[in-house]
């Protein structure tokens, strides 16, 4: 039998399972009969139209950001304020601020929200989680904003830290969910605890396939976080469904994400932060592209194609980096290649290790790493030593398979969606 055919059915069972944080879910209860969901509705709508009794007439935190909006744009920040039963005292900002405007790595300030008055308390700067101080007063802490679907995101590290300090005082956090906009695949290696930073804090995979709710869960049960966790889930998305039939407005969750295309290379490619060659800040398309000043981007595309791999094209590009935010190749006309998606079974880690074997032969003495940074990105420094010492690509990822299936199998129980 096929439940949960409509979206109200499909919330429902949804906020019965993940209003009660020791739930363990069953997937066969969401399954569809193919027919689709049609729109969805982000938590924040599921919260304020289906589940209001966790925030009325309670004093609210939310950590949120320019990305915080219901279904037809609007400032998750508003229609908390607005309602007649919550009473929103607190707002807290992750990096590149409440409004998503600052440069990666830009100390945020504390400041004043100035439509509705309510104090920012700055998370990414001197102070990254909320402070005995800044959550006096505060009821409930809810979290709100759009995760990438890649481990080196610091919006998951400031939720997990968060959900310290709440659980340290005592405060409930309620997760208002939203989509995995790069879907549920599952890809790279998984970090080892010896190179937890603030860029990614506890094992996860590179490409890791959950939304920030379901991540919310993973670390409750698997690091031990003892808060009293709530998600209000996205009602009638699936896991398979790209972020195109959602419904929902695409907002750059930081300056260089500018849509889809770039967050779905981003796992990958985010690597070549940790490199001299430039990942393309400063053009129209950061992270779908890469080069650098003596690449032959023609050779480069020819060699990426021959390896045939599945779901995407590589096609030789020039571009010139215009105030690029990491300082590479400033007004330099730079040669690389463009990764073109071209079918759900793209793997962008897989593409990215080709591409560092790669541009790692042709680079030759060129070739630099920015040693600390890389291997903090890629979770240990055994993906740098193997590209140095001209292990394939293969071999690079046979080495992955033992942790990231060990992974998938935890993973899991902490699911939401189908």
Request: aromatic residues 8%.
């Amino acid at each position: 039998m096929k439940l949960c055919r409509s979206p109200q059915s499909y919330s429902l069972l949804l906020l019965l399972a993940c209003l009660r944080p020791d739930a363990q879910l069953d997937a066969s209860l969401y399954q569809d009969d193919g027919a689709g969901f049609g729109l969805i509705r982000p938590g924040i709508e599921v919260l304020l139209e289906d589940s209001i009794h966790l925030v009325a007439g309670r004093r609210v935190g939310l950590i949120t950001n320019q990305t915080g909006v219901d279904s037809s744009g609007r400032s998750s920040i508003d229609r908390i304020h607005e309602h007649p039963d919550v009473d929103l005292v607190a707002l807290f900002a992750p990096e590149h601020g409440i409004r998503g405007t600052a440069d990666p790595g830009a100390t945020i300030a504390d400041d004043v929200d100035v439509e509705t008055g309510v104090p920012i308390y700055s998370l990414y700067g001197a102070v990254l989680s909320p402070t005995p101080e800044m959550l006096d007063g505060i009821d409930v802490l809810l979290v709100d904003y759009q995760d990438i679907g890649a481990r080196y995101w610091t919006y998951v590290s400031t939720m997990t830290l968060a959900m310290e300090s709440a659980a340290e005082q005592g405060i409930p956090v309620v997760v208002l969910d939203r989509p995995n906009p790069i879907g549920g695949a599952v890809q790279g290696n998984v970090l080892d605890p010896a190179f937890a930073t603030f860029v990614g804090r506890y094992p996860l995979a590179m490409r890791h396939g959950m939304t920030l709710g379901e991540l919310a869960r993973y670390y409750r049960g698997e690091v031990g976080i003892g808060v009293e966790l709530r998600v209000a889930p996205v009602d009638g998305w699936r896991r398979d469904m790209p972020f195109a039939e959602t419904g929902l407005p695409w907002i750059q969750p930081s300056p260089n994400m500018p849509d889809v295309e770039s967050a779905t290379h981003y796992p990958g490619t985010c690597l070549f932060e940790g490199t001299v060659l430039s990942v393309a800040r400063g053009t129209a398309a950061p992270f779908q592209q890469i080069g650098a000043p003596w690449l032959d981007g023609e050779a480069l595309a020819e060699a990426m194609n021959g390896y045939g791999l599945s779901g995407v094209r590589f096609e030789p590009v020039t571009f010139v980096p215009d105030a690029p935010s990491d300082g590479k190749f400033d007004g330099v006309e730079v040669s690389g290649v463009r990764l073109v998606a071209t079918s759900p079974e793209y793997d962008p880690t897989r593409a990215a290790v080709a591409l560092l074997v790669e541009t790692h032969r042709m680079s030759g003495a060129q070739w630099g790493w920015l040693q600390a940074h890389f291997d903090r990105l890629a979770g240990t420094d055994l993906l740098r030593q193997a590209v140095d010492a001209g292990a394939g690509v293969d071999e690079i990822r046979s080495r992955w398979q033992e942790e990231l299936g060990a992974f998938m199998r935890v993973r899991e129980q902490y699911l939401i969606y189908p």
